[in-house]
């Protein structure tokens, strides 16, 4: 019996089984209640074979912050797994095919975006490496800060998460829409963050804990952070976001200073967070880069015209797409500042790209000049890759700070 591919009719109950089995984590039963909550049933795909669940991919519906600070409609593809029984099988490629197909049709999403279990696995799907967030581990030794003007005028407190989740969200929120890659969140999203979820591992750590940033009495950052005992004690910071860099210290001098602690880890900070200019000793943390998000034009039209560019731009692009036909051909794209258009063209090219470069700049790093020196683009105009490239960099890095 072949394998069947289409909308998913089954419960929560059916997919935790298939996602125990294809992550070969199991997450706690706290955590898969989170993961339940902000789960949209309506655009689960699944694979069935004689009956039996043996693949699934989902999609959360984001607005996420792209160059401009536009909100961008965004498909955040999710909870993606085959059933060890069925690897190997095509499954996985028809799952993603019937998916980006459906997003394309449906006309609201002109992007897809994933965090990746294993980094090798999309490329092959057009998703391209389109972010980093680097991890580090400051030893207590090593907690100096280099000074900051106006740090010693903010107040640092420690309140409750849940009595000052409003407040926090809001903040969080306003500085999201401004940060290429970061997403709104809505009430579900509020409550996942101070839950306990799928991207994180609660053992043997204490609640979720939170203090403030307050400058005259106005909230102007937070950070949610735990502290774990293990054989060697830590501070483990899950965010921090401050409206100005004295409020961004300060709640970095505060996590870096625990009591009974040898050390303080962070997981996904930005790789331009200002700590890592702060530190007297800037070797200490030792940031391990790892890949946040991978992005998918699914519409190169729509894609390339919502957002802005950092310089006027006129140019012509070949796009190769060997999974997606609709995106195949030539595109003219013109813009700058203020807005752009992106039209089917007959014009020769500029330059030849594909789609996967596409994702991988399209949030403003890495430069498409550097992917061209990798021979990942071709350049036919002379001049055409540098000034595309300069109108693709942004002045901030992309950053997603909510796994999905």
């Excluded at 000074?147 to 010693?152: C, L, R, S």
């Excluded at 991988?360 to 071709?378: D, N, Q």
Aim: aromatic residues 8%; negative net charge; glycine residues 8%.
């Amino acid at each position: 019996m072949a394998i069947e591919t289409g909308r998913f009719k089954g419960g929560w109950d059916e997919l935790v089984e298939l996602l125990d089995l294809a992550f070969a984590a199991p997450w706690t039963d706290a955590q898969y209640e989170t993961e339940r909550k902000v789960w949209e049933a309506d655009r689960s795909i699944v694979a069935i074979d004689d009956g039996q669940l043996v693949g699934h991919t989902g999609a959360f519906s984001l607005r996420m912050a792209v160059p401009g600070a536009a909100r961008v409609p965004v498909a955040g593809v999710t909870m993606v797994g085959v059933r060890p029984t069925h690897r190997r099988r095509g499954i996985l490629r028809d799952l993603m095919r019937e998916q980006l197909t459906e997003i394309h049709e449906t006309g609201t999403e002109p992007l897809a975006a994933l965090t990746a279990s294993e980094p090798v696995i999309y490329g092959r799907f057009g998703y391209g490496f389109a972010s980093d967030v680097q991890e580090i581990v400051v030893p207590k030794a090593a907690r100096g800060l280099r000074p900051v003007a106006g740090i010693d005028d903010v107040r640092i407190r420690y309140v409750d998460v849940r009595e000052t989740l409003a407040t926090c969200a809001a903040l969080r929120n306003r500085l999201a829409a401004e940060r290429p890659g970061m997403f709104q969140h809505d009430e579900r999203w509020h409550e996942y963050v101070i839950a306990d979820n799928g991207t994180g591992d609660p053992a043997s750590g204490s609640k979720r804990r939170c203090v403030l940033a307050e400058r005259d009495g106005e909230v102007t950052g937070f950070a949610y952070y735990r502290t774990k005992r293990a054989e060697k004690g830590f501070v483990e910071v899950n965010r921090v976001h401050a409206v100005d860099v004295a409020s961004h210290a300060a709640l970095w001098r505060y996590l870096l200073e625990p009591d009974l602690l040898s050390e303080t880890r962070c997981e996904m900070l930005a790789s331009d967070d200002p700590l890592l200019d702060l530190l007297l000793d800037q070797r200490a943390p030792s940031p391990i880069t790892r890949d946040g998000l991978w992005v998918r034009t699914v519409d190169v039209g729509r894609a390339l015209a919502a957002r802005t560019y950092g310089r006027d731009l006129d140019v012509v692009l070949a796009v190769t797409d060997n999974f997606l036909p609709w995106n195949a051909g030539t595109w003219h794209l013109t813009g700058g500042l203020d807005g752009a258009t992106c039209e089917p063209s007959t014009r020769t090219p500029d330059l030849t790209v594909d789609v996967r470069e596409l994702g991988a700049v399209y949030l403003g790093k890495p430069s498409l000049a550097r992917l061209g020196r990798a021979g990942l683009v071709e350049e036919h105009t002379a001049g055409a890759l540098a000034a595309t490239s300069q109108a693709f960099s942004t002045s901030r890095l992309p950053f997603l700070d909510t796994g999905f």
